[in-house]
């Protein structure tokens, strides 16, 4: 067993504490007995326990699920584009997903979840696609200027459908992120799905090494890079656009943590994407509570108080990769 | 020979364009009343209809396409980036911040504070660029590269920011906002021309005095630090004139991306690398871009009116994919 496992139970019960400081601050506090009685006996007679359950719980699961996939969306697009600053919302892929959902919902007035989970993924495959085909040929920069590009274009489609079919609340939702209004029965597709993509992605950990190692090494090992650079990435834009179709284009989360536990753990994906899905799960539930207590503040505007000088500092200290 | 013909084409377009702006809307004039117009013999509503409301739109129009195209092409100057864009790093989504502000605290109606609008506009988009270039040096030496990435990371945390006062807006609010976000030109009165446009102007006419210098850019840093330029201090006034540009265009004509970008890069493909004829090209370019845009935006869905902004972006976005898949130098 390796020292790098020993630290597990200590995230593992991060996640639960956050679960529980989640679930006590927002609106209206609770005290932790309280929470702890939802969880160990619940009473739908009682008031509390029908409003922490029915609301408060699927918010917090909602955003520990999303924190969990967009963070390991983020570190499997940074190892296939062979870029540090990739990440679902830079890289255009979270805007490719929102116009096709709201494209969708203009097609089918009653969109059910499964068919917006589903629509968001085939927007985000197709700037997938592109942004894949950029990368084989360009500079780093030249990547994150196309994401940045395209995802003005694709914002631009949906702002013309939604002034034109009258769907502001619905598009501020996406822009703005955050995990409101959650039904477990949404909850209960995702998280299985969640977990068996993750789970397919770790059974490829080895091969997400080698693509990190870059193209020439991966063909001198023998692998077919071509197959598993197209598995990861078509898992990571599912893991985004259910993502998306939950809590909206979350900015920076991607980036953020694959970041901090790449600096802890080293860049093996065994460890990595263990941890970063966990460590995104805390960090999400946190920012999401945080944006509860000030007053239902969107949770990109928490993030990126901390995502931004992040990004920030990353590109400074790898200037020269860049520069 | 053959540039000065390209360009008198590309002018009779906009002529064009104008003369058709001009005319077209909800309330269309005819030629008889544009030759009435000209006599001073036309009736009142024509005259209002004409001077009041297609005149003062028109010239925010030309002059802030003109402005973004500049901008963009002083951008991709000194970042040697044909990519470069005032929209995509940062301009757009700091003067939206302005807005934003605006909407909050000030709001009520328009015509009170007439000018609290533009300025707070024009001040988060040039503090926000003037922010992004600070952070942008390393050991004492502008990078374009890192300026161009950290816009773009702050585009997007400010975009998150800007929602941070919606959860109190009204639909009216709203739709006010999303309309900035999507390029819709408001600054369509006599006021708002003489806030914004003639400081255009003049910023225009100190860009045309360092043509020669944003032409040699194109050089290695050393070896410009050899022929005895402070390369350093060309590139900040440089930016400094694009910052102001883009702001100033944003703040009465909305968030409006992509014309920085393909304007310079027309006329690129149209006259070649001269940076004189470069600088008269992308003017007349951004200025047809935002014009042809507005019109499109007025007559396809009419009466119903789509802001300018999308109209861009509609047809810049596949333009730059385009750009992005060409195997070629960019």
Same mark, same amino acid.
């Given at each position: 067993m390796d020292r790098r496992w020993y630290t597990l139970p200590i995230i593992v019960m991060g996640v639960l504490i956050s679960f529980i400081l989640a679930m006590m601050f927002g609106a209206s506090n609770y005290a932790p007995g309280e929470v702890w009685s939802v969880i160990t006996r619940l009473d739908m007679t009682d008031k509390t326990h029908q409003i922490l359950y029915e609301i408060r719980m699927p918010r917090v699961l909602a955003a520990l699920v999303s924190g969990f996939m967009i963070s390991i969306a983020g570190l499997v697009l940074q190892s296939v584009t062979h870029n540090d600053l990739s990440e679902p919302s830079i890289l255009g892929i979270n805007a490719g997903a929102n116009l096709a959902i709201i494209l969708a919902a203009l097609l089918v007035p009653a969109l059910s979840f499964v068919a917006i989970m589903v629509s968001g993924f085939v927007g985000g495959m197709l700037v997938g696609l592109v942004i894949l085909s950029v990368t084989r040929t360009r500079s780093p920069l030249h990547l994150i200027l196309a994401g940045a590009g395209i995802s003005l274009f694709l914002y631009a489609i949906t702002d013309f459908l939604v002034i034109t079919n009258d769907l502001g609340q619905y598009m501020t939702f996406f822009t703005a992120g955050g995990a409101s209004g959650q039904s477990i029965g949404n909850l209960v597709i995702v998280i299985p799905l969640a977990a068996v993509l993750v789970v397919a992605l770790y059974m490829m950990a080895k091969e997400l090494d080698v693509l990190l190692f870059g193209d020439e090494m991966a063909v001198s090992l023998g692998q077919n890079r071509g197959l598993y650079k $197209?598995?990861?990435?078509?898992?990571? /834009?599912?893991?985004?656009?259910?993502?998306?179709?939950?809590?909206?284009?979350?900015? @920076?989360?991607?980036?953020?943590?694959?970041? =901090?536990?790449?600096?802890?753990? +080293?860049?093996?994906?065994? %460890?990595?994407?263990?941890?970063?899905?966990?460590?995104?799960?805390?960090?999400?539930?946190?920012?999401?509570? @945080?944006?509860?207590? @000030?007053?239902?503040?969107? /949770?990109?505007?928490? *993030?990126?108080?901390?995502?931004?000088?992040?990004?920030?500092?990353?590109?400074?200290?790898?200037?020269?990769?860049?520069? | 020979m053959r540039n000065s013909y390209k360009l008198a084409a590309a002018v009779i377009l906009l002529i064009a364009v104008v003369i058709t702006s001009l005319v077209t809307g909800t309330f269309n004039l005819t030629f008889q009343d544009l030759a009435a117009l000209m006599t001073g013999s036309a009736d009142e509503n024509v005259m209002t209809v004409f001077f009041d409301f297609r005149m003062p739109r028109i010239i925010i129009t030309l002059v802030c396409g003109a402005a973004l195209a500049v901008s963009?092409?002083?951008?991709?100057?000194?970042?040697?980036?044909?990519?470069?864009?005032?929209?995509? =790093?940062?301009?757009?989504?700091?003067?939206?911040?302005?807005? /934003?502000?605006?909407?909050?605290?000030?709001?009520?109606?328009?015509?009170?504070?007439?000018?609290?609008?533009?300025?707070?506009?024009?001040?988060? +988009?040039?503090?926000?660029?003037?922010?992004?270039?600070?952070?942008?040096?390393?050991?004492?030496?502008?990078?374009?590269?890192?300026?161009?990435?950290?816009? *773009?990371?702050?585009?997007?945390?400010?975009?998150?920011?800007? %929602?941070?006062?919606?959860?109190?807006?009204?639909?009216?609010?709203?739709?006010? &906002?999303?309309?900035?976000?999507?390029?819709?030109? $408001?600054?369509?009165? $006599?006021?708002?021309?003489?806030?914004?446009?003639?400081? *255009?102007?003049?910023?225009?006419?100190?860009?045309?005095?360092? &043509?020669?210098?944003?032409?040699?850019?194109?050089?290695?840093?050393?070896?410009?630090?050899?022929?005895?330029?402070?390369?350093?201090?060309?590139?900040?006034?440089?930016?400094?004139?694009?910052?102001?540009?883009?702001?100033?265009?944003?703040?009465?004509?909305?968030?409006?991306?992509?014309?920085?970008?393909?304007?310079?890069? *027309?006329?690129r493909m149209m006259f070649g690398h001269n940076m004189k004829l470069l600088f008269f090209a992308s003017f007349v370019m951004g200025a047809l871009l935002l014009t042809t845009a507005d019109l499109l935006g007025k007559l396809l869905l009419a009466p119903m009116i789509i802001p300018a902004g999308i109209v861009v972006s509609l047809i810049g976005g596949p333009y730059f994919v385009w750009l992005l898949l060409r195997a070629g130098k960019v």
């Open positions: $197209w598995l990861t990435l078509v898992i990571a /834009v599912m893991l985004s656009s259910i993502a998306v179709a939950m809590v909206g284009n979350v900015v @920076f989360l991607g980036l953020l943590v694959p970041h =901090i536990v790449k600096m802890i753990y +080293g860049n093996m994906h065994k %460890y990595t994407i263990i941890y970063t899905g966990l460590f995104g799960a805390i960090i999400f539930a946190l920012s999401d509570m @945080f944006a509860r207590v @000030f007053n239902e503040a969107p /949770v990109n505007a928490v *993030i990126a108080m901390i995502g931004l000088p992040f990004f920030i500092y990353i590109i400074k200290k790898r200037g020269g990769q860049y520069a | 963009g092409l002083i951008l991709q100057a000194i970042s040697r980036n044909a990519l470069a864009d005032p929209g995509i =790093i940062g301009v757009n989504a700091g003067s939206g911040f302005g807005v /934003v502000l605006f909407i909050t605290f000030i709001s009520g109606s328009l015509t009170q504070h007439l000018y609290a609008l533009p300025i707070m506009s024009f001040a988060g +988009g040039l503090l926000t660029v003037l922010i992004i270039f600070s952070l942008s040096f390393m050991s004492g030496e502008f990078k374009s590269n890192i300026f161009i990435l950290i816009g *773009i990371a702050t585009a997007m945390g400010v975009t998150g920011f800007v %929602y941070v006062f919606t959860s109190m807006f009204d639909t009216e609010q709203m739709e006010m &906002l999303n309309r900035y976000f999507a390029g819709n030109i $408001w600054g369509d009165t $006599w006021a708002f021309v003489l806030v914004s446009v003639p400081y *255009i102007l003049i910023i225009l006419v100190i860009v045309y005095s360092r &043509l020669r210098e944003m032409d040699m850019l194109n050089l290695d840093d050393e070896m410009l630090t050899g022929f005895g330029m402070n390369v350093n201090r060309e590139k900040i006034v440089l930016i400094v004139l694009a910052a102001m540009l883009s702001s100033l265009a944003v703040s009465v004509c909305g968030a409006i991306s992509f014309i920085g970008l393909i304007a310079p890069h *027309i006329s």
